[in-house]
């Protein structure tokens, strides 16, 4: 965790440390596939090594652009940017770049590769529907994200797929270049690439949720302990999670792609994805913010 006044969580930082390892061995493994298996050489490694430099350098600006995010300054948004100035300020930590996106959606995420270079997206929907206290609690939520790094993880955990789909397609298409054109090997390649892409989706698939609910459940305590008053982050869930019942399928498409960042599932009581939340179930976040305010009250 990053040294601020948020409150740390060694549990968090061992999930951190665990997934990071595995995506690790996963991004090795996956070099040695190319490397041997398809006969790209070292070709293959370089590719790797910049589409995992790519995924953590850029992942501000992707996430930002997959929600037509726009960055906005002091005197485009005075009150957001007053209000994440205080948190800033509260927390001892470095201010991110502000970004508004225009969506009935109400929701909000962090994202970016270090405290320093990142970024605090929230919709116009939010903050139509929470009042001033309670958008502070969730934007201390999300700059908590910025503090812990776990938004860099979750990046490259959650895009490692769409990255390897990438690259064996690029490998089928290379092998049958630089290959021959024995249909047999051909047919033996794209057999091993096929393999290989769904093994690595599956994989990074099940770190991105082993650490996608836990650090949902510390960033809401983290939030809840630097503001002072759980009950209107509380209060935050319940709205949201009511009104994303009322959004268009349309709009919750828009948001699919990140998903696992937001302060709230985009997801509806029909969507399918429910069955694969990257988030906690909400009476278990409103269960443990209530233990969090009779905590503070005793104090």
């Known amino acids: 965790m990053a040294r601020t006044r948020f409150k740390g969580d060694r549990g968090l930082t061992l999930r951190m440390g665990g997934v990071g390892f595995g995506l690790g061995a996963l991004y090795v493994a996956f070099g040695v596939f190319l490397y041997q298996g398809l006969g790209l050489g070292a070709i293959g490694l370089v590719i790797v090594l910049v589409m995992a430099w790519g995924q953590w350098y850029f992942s501000d600006t992707l996430a930002l652009k997959s929600m037509s995010a726009k960055v906005v300054t002091p005197e485009q948004a005075p009150d957001l940017h007053a209000m994440i100035d205080r948190l800033?300020?509260?927390?001892?930590?470095?201010?991110?770049?502000?970004?508004?996106?225009?969506?009935?959606?109400?929701?909000?995420?962090?994202?970016?590769?270090?405290?320093?270079?990142?970024?605090?997206?929230?919709?116009?929907?939010?903050?139509?529907?929470?009042?001033?206290?309670?958008?502070?609690?969730v934007l201390a939520h999300e700059l908590s994200h910025v503090a812990n790094r776990d938004v860099t993880v979750m990046t490259v955990a959650s895009s490692l797929g769409l990255i390897a789909g990438f690259i064996t397609r690029w490998g089928i298409y290379a092998s049958s270049m630089f290959g021959g054109r024995n249909n047999r090997n051909s047919g033996v390649a794209f057999f091993a690439v096929f393999v290989v892409s769904m093994v690595v989706y599956a994989v990074s698939f099940v770190l991105t949720r082993s650490l996608s609910r836990y650090r949902e459940l510390s960033a809401d305590r983290s939030g809840a302990y630097l503001t002072g008053?759980?009950?209107?982050?509380?209060?935050?869930?319940?709205?949201?999670?009511?009104?994303?019942?009322?959004?268009?399928?349309?709009?919750?498409?828009?948001?699919?792609?990140?998903?696992?960042?937001?302060?709230?599932?985009?997801?509806?009581?029909?969507?399918?994805?429910?069955l694969f939340s990257t988030h906690p179930p909400l009476q278990q976040r409103l269960d443990q913010l209530a233990a969090v305010s009779a905590e503070l009250s005793e104090q």
Not at 98 to 114: I, Q
Not at 261 to 272: D, Q
């Open 88 to 137: 800033c300020a509260l927390a001892d930590m470095p201010k991110p770049r502000v970004a508004v996106a225009v969506t009935d959606m109400p929701n909000a995420f962090a994202t970016g590769r270090t405290p320093k270079h990142s970024a605090v997206c929230v919709t116009t929907g939010i903050m139509q529907r929470l009042d001033a206290d309670e958008l502070e609690g």
């Open 229 to 274: 008053r759980p009950s209107k982050l509380s209060s935050a869930l319940v709205k949201i999670s009511g009104d994303m019942a009322r959004i268009p399928n349309k709009d919750l498409r828009e948001g699919q792609a990140i998903s696992a960042f937001f302060f709230a599932p985009a997801i509806n009581r029909e969507s399918i994805g429910a």
